[in-house]
C-alpha cells in the first residue's frame, strides 16, 4: 500500500496537521532513508493542504528530524526507566545480559507514541547518514537513562579496559539497531521469513549482543596488559537447592 494511502486512512482518526506530518515522514524516511525523501513528498503523504505546513510547524527538515529523534528517544527512556524498575526490584543488574535484555526488550510497539514500525528503521538512517548530527544531539539532550544503561554495563565489565569498552559500545548501538530495522522491516512486509519465525529473534539479539560486549580480547591497549587476554564472564548462578 502507498505511504500516501497509508497515512490517509490513520489520517481519518486524526485532525492534526502537525500529526500528519510526523507520521508521514518517519514511514518514508524509514521507507527510503532522510536523504532520499524532499519536504514536498512528505507534505504530500500527509494529505496537507498548505506546501508550506511543514516549514510551519518544524521551521525545516532538518527541525522534524530532531523532533522525531526526541519524541523517540523520550518514548525509549520511558521503557528502559520501566524496564530498570522491574530490575531493581529483583535485586539489580548481576551481569551484563540483564542491562542488555532491558535495552532490548523493555520497548515494544506500545511504548511509542507513533507505534508505527518505523522508529529502528529511521533512526539507522539518521545513524548511518548523519552520525555526527546524531551523537550531537544526544549529547546535548541529555538522556540519562541511556547513559546510566550503558555506564552500568562497563561497571559490571570494570575489567575490559576502558578504550575497549567504549568501541564495543559503539559497536553494540550498531549492532542493535541493524538487526531491529531488518526486524522491523520485516514486521512491516508482514511475510514469513523462517529468519525471524523459526527462533525468537529478540532473545537470541539479547544473546549475541551480550556476547559482542564480554568477549575475551588479546589487545593491547593503554592501561591493559600489553598482548593480555580477557576472558568473558559466566554469569552466577545460585547451586540448587536439595
Known amino acids: ?106 520497548p515494544n510497539a506500545e511504548s511509542y507514541s507513533d507505534p508505527s514500525p518505523t522508529a529502528n528503521r529511521f533512526l539507522a538512517s539518521v545513524l548511518f547518514t548523519r552520525r555526527k548530527q546524531l551523537s550531537t544531539y544526544l549529547d546535548q539532550m541529555n538522556f540519562l537513562v541511556f547513559r546510566r544503561l550503558l555506564q552500568l554495563i562497563s561497571t559490571l565489565r570494570s575489567d575490559i579496559p576502558e578504550p575497549v569498552m567504549r568501541q564495543r559500545l559503539v559497536f553494540f548501538a550498531w549492532y542493535l539497531l541493524s538487526v531491529q530495522s531488518a526486524h522491523e522491516s520485516w514486521k512491516a512486509s508482514r511475510k514469513r521469513s523462517d529468519v525471524w519465525s523459526d527462533v525468537d529473534p529478540l532473545h537470541n539479539l539479547v544473546d549475541t549482543a551480550t556476547a559482542l560486549l564480554e568477549a575475551g580480547t588479546a589487545l593491547g591497549v593503554p592501561g591493559g596488559a600489553p598482548g593480555g587476554t580477557i576472558r568473558p564472564q559466566r554469569r552466577r548462578t545460585k547451586a540448587p537447592t536439595r
Do not use: H
Open 1 to 106: 500500500m502507498p505511504i500516501a494511502q497509508i497515512v490517509s486512512l490513520e489520517a481519518e482518526e486524526r485532525t492534526d496537521t502537525r500529526t500528519n506530518i510526523k507520521v508521514a515522514a518517519r514511514m518514508l524516511f524509514a521507507e527510503r532513508g532522510v536523504e532520499a525523501v524532499t519536504v514536498r513528498e512528505i507534505v504530500a503523504a500527509a494529505g496537507a493542504k498548505n506546501g508550506g505546513s511543514l516549514n510551519y510547524y518544524f521551521k525545516s527538515k532538518d527541525g522534524l528530524i530532531l523532533e522525531l529523534i526526541n519524541e523517540i528517544f523520550v518514548d525509549l527512556s520511558s521503557a528502559w526507566l520501566e524496564g530498570l524498575s522491574t530490575l531493581d526490584k529483583k535485586g539489580g543488574a548481576t551481569c551484563v545480559r540483564d542491562i542488555v535484555d532491558v535495552i532490548v526488550t523493555a
